[in-house]
Protein backbone atom coordinates (compact mmCIF):
# COMPACT_ATOMS: atom_id res chain seq x y z
CA UNK A 1 0.00 0.00 0.00
CA UNK A 2 1.36 3.35 -1.14
CA UNK A 3 2.21 5.68 2.31
CA UNK A 4 2.83 8.65 -0.24
CA UNK A 5 0.71 11.86 1.20
CA UNK A 6 -2.77 12.63 -0.72
CA UNK A 7 -1.55 16.27 -2.17
CA UNK A 8 -4.46 18.76 -1.26
CA UNK A 9 -7.26 19.58 -3.75
CA UNK A 10 -7.10 23.54 -5.00
CA UNK A 11 -10.73 24.33 -4.39
CA UNK A 12 -11.92 26.84 -7.12
CA UNK A 13 -14.29 29.54 -7.06
CA UNK A 14 -15.24 30.25 -10.46
CA UNK A 15 -16.84 33.55 -11.45
CA UNK A 16 -17.38 32.96 -15.34
CA UNK A 17 -19.73 34.48 -18.27
CA UNK A 18 -19.14 31.29 -19.68
CA UNK A 19 -18.29 31.08 -23.73
CA UNK A 20 -15.92 29.51 -25.56
CA UNK A 21 -12.77 29.81 -23.98
CA UNK A 22 -14.63 29.90 -20.66
CA UNK A 23 -16.09 26.00 -21.08
CA UNK A 24 -12.97 24.90 -22.07
CA UNK A 25 -11.46 26.57 -18.87
CA UNK A 26 -14.16 24.65 -16.92
CA UNK A 27 -13.81 21.63 -18.57
CA UNK A 28 -9.84 21.60 -17.82
CA UNK A 29 -10.67 21.92 -14.03
CA UNK A 30 -12.85 19.37 -14.11
CA UNK A 31 -10.62 16.80 -15.38
CA UNK A 32 -7.64 18.11 -13.19
CA UNK A 33 -7.72 15.41 -9.99
CA UNK A 34 -6.22 17.84 -7.67
CA UNK A 35 -8.55 20.38 -8.07
CA UNK A 36 -12.25 20.72 -6.63
CA UNK A 37 -14.67 23.51 -8.27
CA UNK A 38 -16.85 24.91 -4.98
CA UNK A 39 -19.29 26.90 -6.82
CA UNK A 40 -19.64 28.67 -10.38
CA UNK A 41 -21.03 32.35 -10.23
CA UNK A 42 -22.44 33.19 -13.78
CA UNK A 43 -22.25 36.87 -14.94
CA UNK A 44 -23.13 38.64 -18.38
CA UNK A 45 -20.17 39.57 -20.98
CA UNK A 46 -19.79 36.68 -23.92
CA UNK A 47 -23.44 36.12 -23.95
CA UNK A 48 -26.39 37.23 -21.56
CA UNK A 49 -26.24 36.06 -17.71
CA UNK A 50 -29.12 33.80 -18.86
CA UNK A 51 -27.07 32.21 -21.42
CA UNK A 52 -23.42 32.16 -19.13
CA UNK A 53 -25.97 30.27 -16.79
CA UNK A 54 -27.33 27.88 -19.30
CA UNK A 55 -23.92 27.25 -20.18
CA UNK A 56 -22.25 26.44 -17.09
CA UNK A 57 -24.95 23.33 -16.58
CA UNK A 58 -24.21 22.05 -20.49
CA UNK A 59 -20.63 22.26 -19.68
CA UNK A 60 -20.55 20.66 -16.85
CA UNK A 61 -22.82 17.85 -18.00
CA UNK A 62 -20.12 17.14 -20.45
CA UNK A 63 -17.56 16.69 -17.34
CA UNK A 64 -19.94 14.83 -15.81
CA UNK A 65 -20.57 16.99 -12.75
CA UNK A 66 -24.06 17.51 -11.08
CA UNK A 67 -25.74 21.18 -10.65
CA UNK A 68 -27.60 21.86 -7.11
CA UNK A 69 -28.02 19.88 -4.49
CA UNK A 70 -25.25 17.45 -3.55
CA UNK A 71 -23.55 18.64 -6.81
CA UNK A 72 -21.91 22.27 -7.54
CA UNK A 73 -23.68 25.42 -6.76
CA UNK A 74 -24.45 27.95 -9.36
CA UNK A 75 -25.34 31.32 -8.58
CA UNK A 76 -26.79 33.75 -11.54
CA UNK A 77 -25.07 37.29 -11.10
CA UNK A 78 -25.32 40.44 -12.95
CA UNK A 79 -27.00 41.38 -16.41
CA UNK A 80 -25.02 44.19 -16.84
CA UNK A 81 -22.20 46.59 -15.70
CA UNK A 82 -21.89 47.80 -12.39
CA UNK A 83 -22.57 51.32 -13.34
CA UNK A 84 -25.69 50.46 -15.05
CA UNK A 85 -24.12 50.97 -18.90
CA UNK A 86 -26.07 48.67 -21.49
CA UNK A 87 -24.27 45.38 -21.88
CA UNK A 88 -21.90 44.57 -24.46
CA UNK A 89 -22.28 40.79 -25.62
CA UNK A 90 -19.43 39.03 -27.87
CA UNK A 91 -22.12 36.88 -29.96
CA UNK A 92 -19.70 37.52 -33.02
CA UNK A 93 -16.85 35.53 -31.56
CA UNK A 94 -18.88 33.03 -28.95
CA UNK A 95 -21.79 32.72 -30.80
CA UNK A 96 -25.56 34.04 -29.56
CA UNK A 97 -25.59 31.66 -26.94
CA UNK A 98 -21.91 31.66 -25.81
CA UNK A 99 -21.13 28.28 -26.92
CA UNK A 100 -20.78 28.84 -31.00
CA UNK A 101 -24.40 28.41 -31.51
CA UNK A 102 -23.59 24.54 -31.84
CA UNK A 103 -27.38 23.59 -31.12
CA UNK A 104 -26.82 21.80 -28.06
CA UNK A 105 -28.92 21.03 -25.52
CA UNK A 106 -28.65 23.54 -22.84
CA UNK A 107 -31.62 22.87 -19.86
CA UNK A 108 -32.60 24.93 -17.54
CA UNK A 109 -30.19 24.98 -14.40
CA UNK A 110 -30.95 24.88 -11.17
CA UNK A 111 -29.62 27.77 -9.10
CA UNK A 112 -28.91 29.32 -5.46
CA UNK A 113 -31.29 31.39 -3.79
CA UNK A 114 -28.30 33.55 -3.20
CA UNK A 115 -27.16 36.47 -6.07
CA UNK A 116 -23.65 35.72 -7.11
CA UNK A 117 -22.39 38.36 -4.74
CA UNK A 118 -23.78 37.36 -1.84
CA UNK A 119 -23.03 33.84 -2.73
CA UNK A 120 -18.86 35.29 -2.98
CA UNK A 121 -19.55 36.70 -0.03
CA UNK A 122 -21.13 33.31 2.01
CA UNK A 123 -18.35 30.84 0.69
CA UNK A 124 -15.59 34.00 1.94
CA UNK A 125 -16.56 34.50 5.10
CA UNK A 126 -17.64 30.84 5.99
CA UNK A 127 -14.33 29.63 4.75
CA UNK A 128 -12.13 32.03 4.34
CA UNK A 129 -8.64 31.13 3.12
CA UNK A 130 -9.81 27.39 1.68
CA UNK A 131 -10.99 28.57 -1.69
CA UNK A 132 -9.59 30.88 -4.74
CA UNK A 133 -11.95 32.90 -6.95
CA UNK A 134 -11.32 32.06 -10.88
CA UNK A 135 -12.81 35.68 -12.70
CA UNK A 136 -13.19 34.72 -16.00
CA UNK A 137 -15.43 37.39 -17.10
CA UNK A 138 -16.45 41.30 -16.57
CA UNK A 139 -15.51 41.81 -13.25
CA UNK A 140 -19.46 43.31 -11.51
CA UNK A 141 -20.48 40.42 -9.79
CA UNK A 142 -16.91 40.45 -7.72
CA UNK A 143 -17.32 44.38 -7.91
CA UNK A 144 -20.78 43.80 -6.13
CA UNK A 145 -19.56 41.40 -3.65
CA UNK A 146 -16.48 44.13 -2.57
CA UNK A 147 -19.26 46.24 -1.93
CA UNK A 148 -21.25 43.89 0.57
CA UNK A 149 -18.36 42.82 1.98
CA UNK A 150 -15.20 45.12 1.57
CA UNK A 151 -12.67 42.99 2.64
CA UNK A 152 -13.93 40.14 0.66
CA UNK A 153 -10.30 39.14 -1.84
CA UNK A 154 -8.72 38.97 1.84
CA UNK A 155 -10.83 36.10 2.38
CA UNK A 156 -10.55 33.82 -0.13
CA UNK A 157 -6.69 31.98 -0.58
CA UNK A 158 -5.99 33.86 -4.31
CA UNK A 159 -7.73 35.91 -6.81
CA UNK A 160 -6.38 35.20 -10.11
CA UNK A 161 -8.57 37.34 -12.98
CA UNK A 162 -7.97 36.57 -16.52
CA UNK A 163 -8.04 40.74 -17.39
CA UNK A 164 -5.68 43.44 -17.68
CA UNK A 165 -3.00 44.03 -20.25
CA UNK A 166 0.08 44.02 -18.13
CA UNK A 167 2.93 46.79 -18.63
CA UNK A 168 2.25 49.18 -21.66
CA UNK A 169 3.36 47.51 -24.75
CA UNK A 170 6.83 48.65 -26.48
CA UNK A 171 6.32 51.68 -28.60
CA UNK A 172 4.74 50.77 -31.63
CA UNK A 173 2.68 47.74 -30.57
CA UNK A 174 -1.17 47.55 -30.38
CA UNK A 175 -2.74 45.12 -28.25
CA UNK A 176 -5.64 42.93 -28.77
CA UNK A 177 -8.64 44.02 -27.05
CA UNK A 178 -9.17 43.72 -23.20
CA UNK A 179 -12.40 42.73 -23.11
CA UNK A 180 -12.94 41.65 -19.71
CA UNK A 181 -11.92 45.15 -18.37
CA UNK A 182 -13.45 46.84 -21.34
CA UNK A 183 -17.26 45.70 -20.54
CA UNK A 184 -16.99 47.01 -16.76
CA UNK A 185 -14.11 49.13 -16.09
CA UNK A 186 -15.88 50.21 -13.28
CA UNK A 187 -16.45 47.63 -11.54
CA UNK A 188 -12.41 46.32 -12.62
CA UNK A 189 -11.68 50.28 -10.19
CA UNK A 190 -13.45 48.69 -7.47
CA UNK A 191 -11.22 45.24 -7.61
CA UNK A 192 -8.10 46.92 -8.67
CA UNK A 193 -8.27 48.68 -5.36
CA UNK A 194 -10.05 46.31 -2.97
CA UNK A 195 -7.28 45.00 -0.19
CA UNK A 196 -6.70 40.97 -0.93
CA UNK A 197 -4.69 38.54 0.29
CA UNK A 198 -2.60 38.16 -3.18
CA UNK A 199 -4.77 39.49 -7.01
CA UNK A 200 -3.36 38.24 -9.76
CA UNK A 201 -3.96 39.30 -13.81
CA UNK A 202 -3.01 36.86 -16.69
CA UNK A 203 -3.71 39.33 -19.21
CA UNK A 204 -4.00 39.76 -23.11
CA UNK A 205 0.05 40.45 -22.96
CA UNK A 206 0.27 36.83 -22.20
CA UNK A 207 -3.26 34.89 -23.31
CA UNK A 208 -2.13 36.09 -26.80
CA UNK A 209 0.49 33.91 -27.16
CA UNK A 210 -1.08 30.50 -25.64
CA UNK A 211 -2.30 29.45 -29.00
CA UNK A 212 -3.84 26.46 -29.43
CA UNK A 213 -3.45 25.35 -33.16
CA UNK A 214 -5.23 23.06 -35.95
CA UNK A 215 -3.63 20.14 -34.74
CA UNK A 216 -4.40 20.17 -31.74
CA UNK A 217 -7.80 20.30 -32.44
CA UNK A 218 -7.17 17.11 -34.51
CA UNK A 219 -6.51 15.77 -31.46
CA UNK A 220 -9.72 16.81 -29.91
CA UNK A 221 -11.71 15.29 -32.65
CA UNK A 222 -9.70 12.10 -32.16
CA UNK A 223 -10.58 12.04 -28.40
CA UNK A 224 -12.43 8.95 -26.97
CA UNK A 225 -14.11 11.01 -24.91
CA UNK A 226 -17.22 13.43 -24.58
CA UNK A 227 -15.19 16.00 -22.89
CA UNK A 228 -12.38 16.00 -26.13
CA UNK A 229 -14.75 16.30 -28.54
CA UNK A 230 -16.65 18.62 -27.26
CA UNK A 231 -13.54 20.72 -27.21
CA UNK A 232 -13.15 20.34 -30.73
CA UNK A 233 -16.49 21.27 -31.27
CA UNK A 234 -16.48 24.46 -29.64
CA UNK A 235 -12.90 25.02 -30.63
CA UNK A 236 -13.80 25.04 -34.48
CA UNK A 237 -16.09 27.65 -33.92
CA UNK A 238 -13.31 29.65 -31.85
CA UNK A 239 -10.81 29.87 -34.85
CA UNK A 240 -13.44 30.97 -37.37
CA UNK A 241 -13.44 34.03 -35.79
CA UNK A 242 -9.79 34.00 -35.13
CA UNK A 243 -9.24 33.20 -38.51
CA UNK A 244 -10.18 36.36 -39.52
CA UNK A 245 -7.98 38.06 -36.73
CA UNK A 246 -4.81 36.16 -37.81
CA UNK A 247 -5.15 35.13 -40.94
CA UNK A 248 -4.89 31.27 -40.05
CA UNK A 249 -7.01 28.75 -37.80
CA UNK A 250 -6.10 29.03 -34.40
CA UNK A 251 -7.38 30.31 -31.43
CA UNK A 252 -5.96 31.53 -27.68
CA UNK A 253 -6.71 29.65 -24.56
CA UNK A 254 -7.63 32.98 -22.57
CA UNK A 255 -9.80 31.53 -19.64
CA UNK A 256 -7.89 28.05 -19.46
CA UNK A 257 -4.34 30.43 -18.97
CA UNK A 258 -5.95 32.03 -16.15
CA UNK A 259 -7.48 28.53 -15.07
CA UNK A 260 -3.77 26.79 -15.21
CA UNK A 261 -1.86 29.35 -13.76
CA UNK A 262 -3.84 29.11 -10.93
CA UNK A 263 -3.72 25.92 -9.89
CA UNK A 264 -0.01 25.57 -11.56
CA UNK A 265 1.76 28.59 -10.48
CA UNK A 266 4.81 27.45 -11.10
CA UNK A 267 3.91 27.94 -14.78
CA UNK A 268 4.40 31.61 -14.44
CA UNK A 269 8.15 31.76 -15.09
CA UNK A 270 8.11 35.74 -15.01
CA UNK A 271 6.14 38.24 -13.14
CA UNK A 272 5.94 42.12 -10.75
CA UNK A 273 4.41 42.77 -8.35
CA UNK A 274 3.16 46.67 -8.62
CA UNK A 275 -0.18 48.93 -8.88
CA UNK A 276 -2.62 48.72 -11.80
CA UNK A 277 -4.64 51.37 -12.93
CA UNK A 278 -7.39 51.64 -15.43
CA UNK A 279 -6.35 54.06 -18.87
CA UNK A 280 -8.67 54.78 -22.01
CA UNK A 281 -7.93 52.79 -24.73
CA UNK A 282 -10.24 54.67 -27.84
CA UNK A 283 -13.50 53.68 -26.70
CA UNK A 284 -12.68 51.54 -24.42
CA UNK A 285 -10.72 50.69 -21.22
CA UNK A 286 -7.73 49.01 -20.32
CA UNK A 287 -6.38 47.49 -17.16
CA UNK A 288 -2.15 48.30 -17.11
CA UNK A 289 0.55 47.80 -14.83
CA UNK A 290 1.93 51.42 -13.81
CA UNK A 291 5.17 50.57 -15.94
CA UNK A 292 6.49 50.93 -19.35
CA UNK A 293 7.74 48.23 -21.31
CA UNK A 294 11.16 48.83 -20.37
CA UNK A 295 10.39 49.14 -16.71
CA UNK A 296 9.98 52.80 -16.08
CA UNK A 297 6.99 54.24 -14.19
CA UNK A 298 4.23 56.44 -16.00
CA UNK A 299 2.40 59.52 -14.65
CA UNK A 300 -0.80 57.85 -14.53
CA UNK A 301 -2.72 57.53 -11.32
CA UNK A 302 -3.45 54.23 -10.35
CA UNK A 303 -6.89 52.75 -9.58
CA UNK A 304 -8.03 53.26 -6.20
CA UNK A 305 -9.97 54.76 -3.25
CA UNK A 306 -9.63 58.60 -2.87
CA UNK A 307 -6.68 59.08 -0.69
CA UNK A 308 -5.46 55.97 -0.10
CA UNK A 309 -2.57 53.73 -2.37
CA UNK A 310 -3.52 51.25 -4.08
CA UNK A 311 -2.47 47.93 -3.37
CA UNK A 312 0.11 46.13 -5.48
CA UNK A 313 -1.16 43.01 -8.25
CA UNK A 314 0.81 40.47 -9.39
CA UNK A 315 0.62 40.89 -13.28
CA UNK A 316 2.06 37.64 -14.86
CA UNK A 317 4.54 39.05 -17.81
CA UNK A 318 5.88 35.31 -19.21
CA UNK A 319 5.03 31.95 -18.60
CA UNK A 320 5.95 28.47 -20.01
CA UNK A 321 3.19 27.97 -22.40
CA UNK A 322 4.95 24.47 -23.87
CA UNK A 323 4.39 22.96 -20.54
CA UNK A 324 0.60 24.90 -20.38
CA UNK A 325 -0.50 23.41 -23.67
CA UNK A 326 0.39 20.15 -22.91
CA UNK A 327 -1.23 19.76 -19.89
CA UNK A 328 -3.96 21.58 -20.98
CA UNK A 329 -5.01 19.59 -24.59
CA UNK A 330 -3.93 16.32 -22.48
CA UNK A 331 -6.76 16.88 -20.03
CA UNK A 332 -9.10 17.70 -22.32
CA UNK A 333 -8.34 15.02 -24.59
CA UNK A 334 -8.72 12.53 -22.07
CA UNK A 335 -4.64 10.82 -22.32
CA UNK A 336 -3.15 13.46 -19.78
CA UNK A 337 -4.35 13.80 -16.14
CA UNK A 338 -2.93 15.85 -13.24
Known amino acids: MSTEPTRPRTSVVVDTDTGIDDALALLWLAGREDVEIAAVTAVYGNCTVEDATRNVGATLAVAGLSIGEGGIPVSVGAAGPIDGRPAHFAAYVHGHDGLGDLGGDRP????EPRTAAEQLVHLAASEPGQHHLLVLGPMTNVAA????DPDLLTKFASTVVMGGSGPFPPLGVAQIVDANIANDAAAARIVFAAPRTLLVTVGVNVGAGAIVDEAAVERLHASPTAVGRFSAQLLESYMDFYQQVWGRRVSPAWDGLAAALLVVPGWITRSEDGPVGLVPDGERWRAHLL???????VPFEPATRPGQPAPDTRVVLE???EAFLADFLGVLAGDGRA
Request: aromatic content about 0%; glycine content about 12%.
Open 108 to 111: EVPV
Open 145 to 148: AIEL
Open 291 to 297: RTAEGGP
Open 319 to 321: VDV
